[in-house]
Nanobody, 125 residues
Framework: QVQLVESGGGSVQAGGSLTLSCTAH????????MGWFRQLPGQEEREGVA?????????HYDKSVQGRFTISRDNAQNTIYLQMNNLKPNDTAMYYC?????????????????WGQGTLVTVSS
């Protein structure tokens, strides 16, 4: 199956910015809905953050990040990105990349089974 590799996490102060990347290896993901989930400290469930359709023309955002985060993709590079601006301490989490066949996982549907290893984002106040 496709291997998803995230990068770009780090530690920033509140108000700062980071850009996460997720590259797929082993197969093309150009026909997949791609996106990000995050797992907050102490929580077992991952929550959907943002997703993008195969062509890159339609995006979905959780209301907690709307207006601050931007998801994009480069199908030629088999990569998606998450530009995170105006970061807040409660954005601190492990961020995971995943692929799906629809937007459903990000709007309450079943979670995908294929995940990257995650990249840690820490925002200090």
């Amino acid at each position: 199956q496709v291997q998803l590799v995230e990068s770009g996490g780090g530690s920033v102060q509140a108000g700062g910015s980071l850009t996460l990347s997720c590259t797929a290896h082993g197969d093309t993901v150009s026909s997949a809905y791609m996106g990000w989930f995050r797992q907050l400290p102490g929580q077992e469930e991952r929550e959907g953050v943002a997703a993008i359709n195969p062509s890159g023309g339609t995006m979905h955002y959780d209301k907690s990040v709307q207006g601050r985060f931007t998801i994009s993709r480069d199908n030629a590079q088999n990569t998606i990105y998450l530009q995170m601006n105006n970061l807040k301490p409660n954005d601190t989490a492990m961020y995971y990349c995943t692929a799906a066949t629809t937007f459903m996982p990000w709007v309450g549907g079943n979670r995908p089974k294929n995940w990257g290893q995650g990249t840690l984002v820490t925002v200090s106040s």
